[in-house]
T-cell receptor, first 114, second 111 residues
């Protein structure tokens, strides 16, 4: 079984709808991250969490919110989806000294906002 | 701000060597990484190099780091069709949460 899972894998929604992307991990890692991937732009960090009580904004957090329900679960919400949030979203986990550790990525969620 | 740049595409013939290049701007980078993304999958770590190293070899993979020029490269020897993927360069600084990813290089291996 995969260590980092994301649901749904694909989602099409309409402008203005609220949508939640979920991430679960069985690696036991404290740190979890949400990134979005856009063609030609690489990965950009949306939010990150060092533990259940520590949640921080990344470089592109506007229009997004997150919830760390447990060590193993980190959800990303779009309160009112807009078309420029169409992207591939990745969850990742890591453990160890920040900046020297390996990130383990989920398979991604492809989100389309019409 | 910090930036990591890569060329977008590379095409090679099966059996040839591939060299994927990356430049970065953050002089305080501690670790530099290469990740591979296969179609429909997340990124998977291929290898990494500590900033005080010049070279790291791991089977068919060779990483070269020129810290003066802030240039990182990944050489894949005897490239196979299974190596076709997007390759991301990334850098991080010890003690921080930040991982800066490049735009990714799409490697196409021709049979």
């Amino acid at each position: 079984d995969a260590d980092v899972t994301q649901t749904p894998r694909n989602r099409i929604t309409k402008t203005g709808k609220r949508i939640m992307l979920e991430c679960s991990q069985t690696k036991g890692h404290d740190r979890m991250y949400w990134y979005r991937q856009d063609p030609g732009l690489g990965l950009r960090l949306i939010y990150y969490s060092f533990d259940v009580k520590d949640i921080n904004k990344g470089e592109i957090s506007d229009g997004y919110s997150v919830s760390r329900q447990a060590q193993a679960k980190f959800s990303l919400s779009l309160e009112s989806a807009i078309p420029n949030q169409t992207a591939l979203y990745f969850c990742a986990t890591s453990v160890g000294v920040p900046g020297t550790d390996t990130q383990y990525f989920g398979p991604g969620t492809r989100l389309t906002v019409l | 701000g910090e930036d990591v740049e890569q060329s977008l595409f590379l095409s090679v013939r099966e059996g040839d060597s591939s060299v994927i290049n990356c430049t970065y701007t953050d002089s305080s980078s501690t670790y530099l990484y290469w990740y591979k993304q296969e179609p429909g999958a997340g990124l998977q770590l291929l290898t990494y190099i500590f900033s005080n190293m010049d070279m790291k070899q791991d089977q068919r993979l060779t990483v070269l780091l020129n810290k003066k020029d802030k240039h990182l490269s990944l050489r894949i020897a005897d490239t196979q069709t299974g190596d076709s993927a997007i390759y991301f360069c990334a850098e991080s600084t010890s003690g921080t949460y930040k991982y800066i990813f490049g735009t990714g290089t799409r490697l196409k291996v021709l049979a």
